[in-house]
Every structure is written in structure tokens, then in C-alpha cells.
């Protein structure tokens, strides 16, 4: 069972979604080590796709066509408060070692980045679940252009969030 689906206060934000993908994986970090390595992972090839974004989402009309990056946030800054941001998100839900989630909205969707964890015989499993919310026709065409690269961002993020704890000398 995910762990999304055992969080009464994550149950809505799966309610009448178009999309949810769920990855997990193991480590040593913290939820505040894992949040912000993974949030700022940011190779050079994914910053060029954010560039190419842009030429998408003007086309598109949409509200925000530039993904503002700004510094990564390091895990001392990342935030559990609703309404306060983290990267490009704002935060909806929080609560310390247990879960957070971040929203970004716009004209055509409104994506979620939910990230959990539990205990896992020493260590911790987290999942950071996707959930997309499409607002109007332009939702389902944008994600239809951007799925291929999101599992691979997703991916990508994922692991770098898990290797953070693991750089460090003992």
C-alpha cells in the first residue's frame, strides 16, 4: 500500500485527480535532507528543459511560462507551514518527519508534489507522489508533451533525495 493512502490529511488531495504516479525508496536522510536535495537537483540537461518549457507554456498562454529555480533550499529552510514556499511551490500540508506537500497552480493544472516517509527497519522509506489536476484543455495536451521527461525528473529526484545523507563524511 502506498503510504499516500494511509494519511488522512493527504486523502483530498487525491480526490477526482487526472494523474498520480507514486516512486519510492530508501535512505538515511532526514524528510527536511530528503525534501530539499530533492528539490534541488538540477542538472544541466533539466534546466534546459525548463527552458523549452517556457516555449510550450507561452504557446499555451499560460500564466507562468518561466519556472523561477532561485537558490535551491537547503534542509534548514524547507518548511511544513501551509501557504509558505519551497522552490517554485507553495506548501498545503505539513507535518514534521511524517509528510509535505507542495502545489504549484496554474491556468491549465494544478501539480502536487507530496513527499512521505515511515520507518523502515533502521532507515526510512519515502514516496514522493505526483498528482496533476487538469483545469481546462490545455491541461491534458501539456502533460501529454512534458509526461515522458516527469518520470524521469521524478526519478531523478527521487534518488537525490535518498543520496543526500550518504555524501556525507562519518
Known amino acids: 500500500m502506498r503510504q499516500i493512502d494511509t494519511i488522512p490529511e493527504l486523502a483530498g488531495l487525491l480526490t477526482d485527480a487526472d494523474h498520480v504516479d507514486v516512486r519510492g525508496i530508501e535512505s538515511e536522510a532526514s ?3 530528503f525534501v530539499a536535495a530533492a528539490l534541488g537537483w538540477r542538472p544541466a540537461w533539466l534546466r534546459a528543459l525548463f527552458r523549452a518549457r517556457a516555449v510550450l507554456a507561452r504557446a499555451l498562454r499560460l500564466r507562468d511560462p518561466d519556472v523561477p529555480l532561485g537558490t535551491p533550499p537547503g534542509p534548514a529552510e ?34 502536487r508534489l507530496i513527499f512521505t516517509t515511515a520507518p523502515a527497519g533502521g532507515r ?27 518520470h524521469l525528473i521524478v526519478a531523478g529526484m527521487t534518488r ?9 563524511p562519518s
Open 124 to 150: 526510512s522509506r519515502y514516496e514522493l507522489a505526483t498528482v496533476v489536476k487538469y483545469h481546462r484543455w490545455t491541461g491534458p495536451l501539456y502533460f501529454t508533451v512534458i509526461r515522458p521527461f516527469h
Open 31 to 33: 524528510l527536511r535532507e
Open 78 to 111: 524547507i518548511s511544513f507551514t501551509p501557504g509558505d514556499p519551497a522552490a517554485f511551490f507553495t506548501v498545503t500540508h505539513g507535518a514534521e518527519d511524517r509528510y509535505l506537500a507542495l502545489a504549484a497552480t496554474d491556468t491549465h493544472l494544478t501539480g
Open 160 to 168: 537525490a533525495g535518498a543520496r543526500t545523507r550518504e555524501k556525507r
